[in-house]
């Protein structure tokens, strides 16, 4: 199911402008967020880091459009995948912005899939190194050609997803998801300054830590640290809350560990009280 | 002037899969190049580099269907720039690379404007590091927006285009175009490992550089040089060779340098040899 020109689609068939910036340049946003029971989980935090997002990149945002495309997404699908995608919309040669820009908002819904939430996952480092020098690596911006490149060499290497270490040496993220280490009681993730993104989830499990028990702390990572983890876990909107059974074969039993459940239940319990019952 | 679905078209609105992965991941490529006298300056350079990259993003490329595109849009325009996008097509959700890829290739020409070529630019360094660990940064990939955003940057400090540092802290590329500094008979220039575009003009450049009494070299280039450096210049197909007048500041006699003008009027013979007197 597809949202553009202000109504759904069956068809992601659409007159599209070919100088559409998102599309010749990367130069745009987009969102992901878990529709359940026909609602979106966590719509708030999806829509103002949007926003947030399209202020720093100077790419003019409607919340209303986009809240209207989420809710009507949502409701097609009941149960899946809702994607949001702004672009700066179209524009004569060169990169220099448009004075006027023409943003364009479209979306897509797709139906969930089993095994998409909660997935057990191996990891393997990528040599390409995550560039904390960039704003963009804290957007949900459109550029992902290093992230696709990342796992494609992570699953040549039997691996589920790529771990990126950014250029001073320190773990950032997966290819779509955040990372954490639980050390004792501590719940460590890197700092946005590192080269990650905002997750949505991410700052859902930071805020709920200390209720579960954990001291939630936003640090750089190191490789040794990681090593020593008694758990790691990736997070997005999608997987909510990946246990991460092997780095480099080395092997972590994330998912038997105790903390780690009660993050996965917590979620649970966050999703029906948000979304209600499906 | 617009191409697509195998023909020229007026307007660059075209049917449009939402779900192509150029649009939504930036996965594609795209190669900017110089329309003279309807035929396309070092057009082989330009269709042999687009079918190196796509072939390692795994992209299937059509080398006929790319050069009827270029040589319609070039034949259209006259005088101007035509630009190829390929992308890897329309996907379902997620990174992992389709298994039977549907690529898209489309293309644009814009009319020659004052100036373009061998525009006399200042430069101003980003805060923003060229991330040489990625194979992104050596292609004329889609994801463009780090460029973007130092570019925005640069102009707000008065200048006309950025200058990137890599990882390493050695001098990269401007947002658009490759560097070199001339220091006594050698024309130096960052190796594409330090992150880098291989630029048709820089290739070019290097090939001829010893027939106009220079000694090429293809090398890590140190700020510290690059301030010491007689001349310094960028290059890109439509900029073709673009005197620094100065770089943060600091001045370039560059535009008033033998070798570079000497290197000038070997492109515009190069030109008139390749494409005609207009």
Not at 13 to 27: H, K, N, S, V, W
Not at 138 to 155: M, N, S, T, W
Not at 225 to 240: G, P
């Amino acid at each position: 199911m597809f949202w553009f020109d202000g109504t759904l689609h069956e068809s992601s068939i659409a007159p599209f402008d070919l100088t559409d910036r998102g599309l010749t340049l990367g130069d745009g946003l987009f969102d992901t967020s878990l529709a359940r029971n026909g609602r979106i989980f966590r719509r708030k935090a999806h829509l103002d880091r949007l926003a947030a997002s399209a202020e720093i990149l100077a790419i003019p945002f409607d919340p209303a459009a986009a809240t209207r495309a989420l809710d009507a997404l949502a409701g097609a699908i009941g149960e899946g995948t809702v994607r949001l995608t702004l672009t700066r919309g179209g524009g004569t040669r060169g990169l220099a912005l448009p004075a006027h820009p023409k943003p364009c908002l479209f979306g897509a819904a797709s139906p969930a899939t089993s095994g998409a939430t909660f997935p057990v996952l191996a990891l393997a480092t990528s040599s390409i190194r995550r560039n904390e020098t960039s704003p963009v690596t804290r957007l949900k911006a459109l550029p992902y050609l290093d992230a696709i490149l990342g796992l494609r060499e992570a699953l040549a290497c039997g691996a589920d997803d790529v771990l990126f270490e950014n250029m001073a040496g320190h773990v950032a993220c997966l290819s779509v998801a955040n990372i954490f280490a639980v050390l004792g009681q501590s719940l460590v993730t890197p700092p946005l300054t590192d080269g990650v993104l905002a997750g949505t989830i991410r700052a859902f499990i930071l805020d709920k830590a200390i209720s579960l028990g954990f001291v939630a702390e936003e640090r750089s990572l190191t490789r040794a640290e990681l090593s020593c983890a008694d758990a790691v876990f990736a997070t997005n909107s999608i997987r909510l809350l990946a246990p991460c059974r092997a780095i480099d074969g080395m092997a972590f039993a994330s998912a038997e560990h105790e903390g780690v459940k009660r993050l996965q239940a917590m979620l649970r319990d966050a999703i029906v009280i948000e979304c209600g019952r499906a």
